[in-house]
């Protein structure tokens, strides 16, 4: 436990960038782009499993769309806490007979912002019980730590009618050089 809370403390550097397909007038759809990369979180998941769980990943994307155009973030889709309670950290729906598992933060039902996701073997309870789960869903709760730090600070904030995040949506260690 202390290996994980010495992880979740580092420091990360990333850009939330909205995923405007997806976003709509029922909800904004985020993912994050870790520094250096030239892909979201989102887009880096889709890319390993599209070909593997072909069907899943398609039902994900529906759902996805569903949330910005037609539905909101409505908890139905979302297994909570999957970090520490109070730091929106959950997990899409894992319905019994699907194998994907996509870490998310979700506020309300106006806004998620989208992390990695694995396979989750069904012979397994909870994240801490494989090596890759574990892996993205640490990577998700410390990203969340940051955007949270973020909005308590007032970088981050909502816009006026609540609906979109704002502000400086770039966390990277050195802003001067970025």
Not at 11 to 37: C, R, T, W
Not at 123 to 145: C, F, G, H, P
């Amino acid at each position: 436990m202390v290996v994980i809370n010495a992880i979740l403390n580092l420091k990360v550097n990333y850009e939330i960038v909205e995923l405007e397909s997806f976003s709509g007038n029922q909800a904004k759809v985020y993912s994050i782009v870790p520094e250096g990369a030239t892909e979201t979180l989102f887009e880096k998941f889709l890319s390993e499993f599209e070909n593997i769980f072909r069907e899943e990943v398609k039902d994900i994307l529906k759902t996805i769309y569903q949330v910005g155009h037609t539905t909101g973030a409505k908890s139905s889709y979302f297994k909570p806490y999957e970090g520490k309670y109070g730091d929106f950290v959950c997990a899409m729906f894992d319905l019994p007979d699907k194998n994907l598992r996509l870490y998310c933060m979700r506020f309300g039902t106006v806004a998620i912002i989208l992390g990695g996701g694995a396979h989750k073997p069904k012979e397994i309870k909870s994240w801490q019980q494989d090596t890759k789960l574990s892996k993205v869903a640490i990577e998700m709760i410390r990203y969340a730590n940051e955007i949270l730090k973020q909005i308590d600070n007032g970088e981050i904030y909502w816009s006026a009618d609540k609906t979109e995040l704002e502000g400086n949506l770039k966390n990277y260690e050195n802003e001067e050089d970025n």
